[in-house]
C-alpha cells in the first residue's frame, strides 16, 4: 500500500521547491547583471 | 490510509517560510524586470542616436560633395576680383552646392555656411545654414563674409569643448597635400576647391574628426 506523506515531508519539498526557485532567480539575475554594455 | 481530519496540509511554519520565499522571488523578478526595462529604453535611445548621426553624416558628407566649383568676377571695395566658390577657415567655411539639408539632391542652389557657435557652458557646436541663390552679387558678397549667414541653422555633431575646420589642399609641384585652415576664395594662385574638409570635434572627454570629401572637379573659367 502506497504510503501518504508526512506533513513535515510535504512542507519540506514545497520549501525545498520554492528554495530551488529562489536560488535558480538569483542565478539568472546574477548572470543578466554581469552581461555589461560598454 | 487516508490522514486523519485536521492532519492534512502544512504546518504554520512551513507555510510562513514558503511565504517569505515566495516574496523575494517576486521581489527579485520585479526589480529584475525594472533593470531590464531600463537596460531596453537606454539601448533603444543610443540606436535612436546612432540613426540619426548616420543619416546626418550621410547629409553632410553629401553637400560637401556636391560642392560647386565656379569661378566668377565681381567688382568688391572698386576691386575687381576673381573668386573661386570656397571660402573657409578654422571657424566657418562658406561654399555653393547644389545639396540641401532641406531639399535634398538637385533641389535648386545653395549657399552653405558651416560654423562653429559658442554655446552655453564654454562647449561650441558646428552649425549648418543654408539659403538659396539669387544672384551672383549674392554670392560674391556671402563668399566674401560681407554677407553674414542667414538664420540659426540646424546644429549639427555633438557639443564640443572646441571644434575647428580643416581644408585639404593637393599636392602640386613642390608642396605636398596638406591640410590648411584658410582657404580664400580670392586667392589667385589657388583657383580650386580643396579636395576635403575636415571637422574635429575636441573634448575632454573623446575627439572624433570627420573627413569630407570633394571629388576633383574642373573648374570651369
Given at each position: ?21 529562489l536560488?535558480l532567480t538569483m542565478i539568472a539575475l546574477a548572470l543578466s547583471s554581469s552581461v555589461r554594455v560598454s | ?22 516574496a523575494i522571488v517576486l521581489t527579485l523578478l520585479t526589480s529584475g524586470l525594472r533593470l531590464t526595462e531600463a537596460a531596453w529604453l537606454r539601448g533603444s535611445e543610443r540606436v535612436r542616436t546612432m540613426q540619426q548621426t ?104 555633438e ?46 572627454k ?16
Open positions: 500500500m502506497k504510503k501518504n506523506r508526512s506533513r513535515s515531508e510535504s512542507g519540506v519539498v514545497l520549501i525545498a521547491v520554492l528554495g530551488g526557485i536560488l | 490510509m487516508p490522514a486523519a481530519k485536521g492532519q492534512r496540509g502544512f504546518t504554520l511554519l512551513e507555510l510562513l517560510v514558503s511565504t517569505a520565499l515566495t548616420l543619416a546626418e553624416d550621410e547629409a553632410i558628407q553629401a553637400q560637401v560633395s556636391s560642392a560647386i566649383p565656379r569661378q566668377l568676377t565681381t567688382q568688391f571695395e572698386q576691386r575687381q576680383l576673381q573668386l573661386t566658390t570656397f571660402q573657409g577657415n578654422a571657424r566657418e567655411a562658406r561654399f555653393f552646392s547644389n545639396y540641401s539639408w532641406q531639399g535634398g539632391r538637385n533641389s535648386g542652389l545653395w549657399l552653405v555656411s558651416y560654423r562653429v557657435i559658442h554655446e552655453s557652458d564654454d562647449k561650441e557646436r558646428l552649425v549648418v545654414s543654408e539659403q538659396g541663390f539669387s544672384s551672383e552679387q549674392q554670392l560674391a558678397a556671402f563668399l566674401l563674409g560681407s554677407q553674414p549667414s542667414t538664420g540659426s541653422g540646424f546644429p549639427y555633431g557639443l564640443a569643448d572646441h571644434i575647428e575646420l580643416f581644408y585639404l589642399r593637393p599636392s602640386s609641384p613642390g608642396s605636398p597635400a596638406a591640410w590648411v585652415q584658410e582657404w580664400k576664395c580670392d586667392d589667385q594662385k589657388q583657383k580650386q576647391l580643396p579636395r576635403g574638409v575636415r571637422v574635429h570635434w575636441q573634448s575632454a573623446q575627439e572624433r574628426d570627420l573627413t569630407l570629401v570633394i571629388p576633383v572637379r574642373e573648374v570651369p573659367q
